[in-house]
């Protein structure tokens, strides 16, 4: 079993930058961040993969935010720049060690997902 544990949300106003952090207690393969509003599905965000650092973006995110990962620490970060206010929801890290290597955009191959923290973009 690992746990995550997020941290870094909050309230920003639009076209601030904001950083994601997702503690693992243990290495996975694969680590992403997904988010969520009420009444719609949790949709993906962005994935990294543990072992070549290859990266993965959801279209509406791409050249605004950015993932990493510090393997020494198990610490994924997720940088969010230029946010909008539809980028307010619920982020979530998850994780995955029995779904291959490459990042995924498969919400049911993540094994492990934290508790997940708010996001709030201001006009």
């Known amino acids: 079993q690992v746990k995550l544990v997020e941290s870094g949300g909050g309230v920003v106003q639009a076209g601030s930058s904001l950083e994601l952090s997702c503690q693992a207690s243990?290495?996975?393969?694969?680590q992403g961040w997904w988010r969520q509003t009420p009444g719609k599905e949790r949709e993906f965000v962005a994935s990294?993969?543990?072992?070549?650092?290859?990266?993965d973006y959801a279209d509406s995110v791409k050249g605004r935010f950015s993932i990493s990962r510090d393997n020494t620490k198990d610490i994924t970060y997720l940088q969010m720049h230029i946010l909008k206010p539809e980028d307010t929801a619920v982020y979530y890290c998850?994780?995955?060690?029995?779904?291959?290597?490459?990042?995924?955009?498969?919400?049911?191959?993540?094994?492990?997902w934290g508790q997940g923290t708010q996001v709030t973009v201001s006009t």
């Open positions: 243990k290495r996975t393969y694969v």
């Open positions: 998850a994780a995955t060690d029995s779904a291959g290597f490459a990042p995924t955009r498969a919400r049911g191959a993540y094994d492990y």
């Open positions: 990294i993969a543990w072992f070549d650092g290859a990266v």
